[in-house]
């Protein structure tokens, strides 16, 4: 394992709100504004973000494109685009670099998602940020890893402004709402992920264990196309809910009022992920599909 030799990451920036209306991650950046003693370590300067702050104060996820999926080099260079989002993850971007020259960061970004998902780590696969979500796995056993090969989509997103980073996704929570339980989960999250950080950087961070299971992203599902004239299809009632679950070709994955059932065909088994999420419905996506690995067959590709 070529973790140990990973350099120390000096800032952690703890970002809420990338998305407007994923209210968990805006509350807790709020709260640790004015009680900032719980995510001080010694090893690193904790700095809080609110990324995204006219769609926080619209409580919906967006101005005029997703944050998340804005942080492309190519779109950053286009002096035409002049999107609310595009401008604020230039501004991220100098943040992150230009304001600690020689510094190396880490985000973790806070989310919320529609589907149940439990709580899930989302990582791209640079062997320090796995090594660190593993070692919160190990604290929480109900965590779990979903990682992304390289790509534009995973090249894209707010965290890949920084040295490493981890997504945060803890679900099912409504859009747009703020709740006890959701919130004292990502507070738990969060304080294990500083601990990790903590560790890495004094090199005492734990070796993972190279069984931890890991849901590498496949694809995307989308919904069947049908004619506009045509009765409306949503998720079959045996995957509702069903995330991380094995499915297999034949399972039920959508339904419609008259009784048709479309099945899965596909490769089998493939771990379905953001079931039914809301945020994916303009974008036609009803689910993902992963795999399920082990840490150690991620590290050795
Ligand atoms: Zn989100």
């Known amino acids: 394992m070529p973790l140990k030799s990973c350099l120390p990451f000096d800032t952690v920036y703890l970002v809420g709100g990338t998305h407007g ?10 709260h640790w504004g004015q009680s900032p003693s719980e995510i001080q ?28 999926r804005s942080f492309l080099p190519r779109l950053l260079e286009d002096r035409r685009n002049i999107d609310y989002e595009v401008g604020r993850a230039r501004e991220i971007v100098k943040t992150f670099s230009a304001e600690h020259p020689g510094k190396r960061t880490f985000a973790i970004d806070l989310h919320t998602t529609t589907a149940r998902m439990g709580t899930t780590l989302i990582t791209n696969t640079v062997p320090a940020n796995l ?8 604290k929480m056993a109900e965590v779990r890893i979903y990682s992304f090969d390289a790509s534009d989509r995973i090249n894209s997103c707010l965290r890949a402004a920084a040295d490493g980073g981890i997504g945060v996704e803890i679900g099912p929570i ?12 990502a507070r738990q999250v969060v304080r294990q992920i500083l601990d990790a950080i ?4 004094r090199k005492t961070l734990a070796l993972p264990d190279e069984e931890t299971a890991v849901y590498l992203h496949d ?15 949503f998720v079959h009632q045996a995957l509702q809910g069903q995330d991380y679950h094995p499915l297999s070709a034949g399972h039920p994955i959508f339904q419609n009022l008259d009784g048709r059932i479309w099945p899965y065909e596909g490769p089998s088994p493939r771990y379905p992920v953001f079931i039914n999420e809301a945020a994916y419905y303009r974008e036609n996506i009803a689910f993902s599909l992963t795999r399920r690995i082990t840490l ?3 590290l050795s590709i």
């Open 21 to 30: 209306n994923e209210r968990t991650g805006v509350s807790l950046v709020q």
């Open 41 to 68: 370590r010694e090893t690193f300067a904790t700095h809080l973000l609110l990324s995204n702050p006219q769609a926080i104060e619209k409580n919906i996820r967006f101005i005029d494109r997703d944050l998340n």
């Open 131 to 138: 090594a660190i979500a593993a070692q919160v796995r190990q």
């Open 174 to 185: 409504p859009q747009g709402v703020v709740r006890h339980d959701t919130l004292a989960i």
């Open 198 to 201: 903590d560790a890495h950087n």
């Open 219 to 233: 694809r995307h599902v989308f919904y069947p196309q049908q004619p506009s004239s045509a009765a409306p299809v």
């Open 296 to 298: 150690a067959s991620l």
